[in-house]
Nanobody, 124 residues
Framework: QGRAVEYGGGSVQAGGSLNLSCTIS????????VGWFRQAPEKEREGVSC????????FYEDSVKGRFTISRDNNKNTMYLQMNSLKPEDKAMYYC?????????????????WGQGTQVTVDS
């Protein structure tokens, strides 16, 4: 139930930008909070940014505040993550996910629909 597909990963130089997108089908998209999570090798998965079902509330992990922007288009069942001023420490597999609670607080245990991930590499 529910299928998420990420787009837009790749390799950039430090200071560069990438825009990730994720389309989720099979759910009432505008009932779900959605978010971006990442996992680097040998590190735990962390919530990068999440947005409430109606887009009114957002969460950003401290290290990405001011650099990343999350958004969603409920008409297109699509979410986005604009990543600017990328740093080598942003290198990770990025996953999009959807949470039926609608809450914006990036608690991964609440997320029931997950994408396969897209790799982001930042070269110094």
């Amino acid at each position: 139930q529910g299928r998420a597909v990420e787009y837009g990963g790749g390799s950039v130089q430090a200071g560069g930008s990438l825009n990730l997108s994720c389309t989720i089908s099979g759910i009432r998209f505008d009932d779900y909070a959605v978010g971006w999570f990442r996992q680097a090798p040998e590190k735990e998965r962390e919530g990068v940014s999440c947005i409430s079902h109606n887009g009114d509330s957002t969460f950003y992990e401290d290290s990405v505040k001011g650099r990343f922007t999350i958004s969603r288009d409920n008409n297109k069942n699509t979410m986005y993550l604009q990543m600017n001023s990328l740093k080598p420490e942003d290198k990770a597999m990025y996953y999009c996910a959807a949470d039926p609670s609608g809450d914006y607080r990036c608690d991964s245990s609440s997320y029931s629909v997950w994408g396969q991930g897209t790799q982001v590499t930042v070269d110094s």
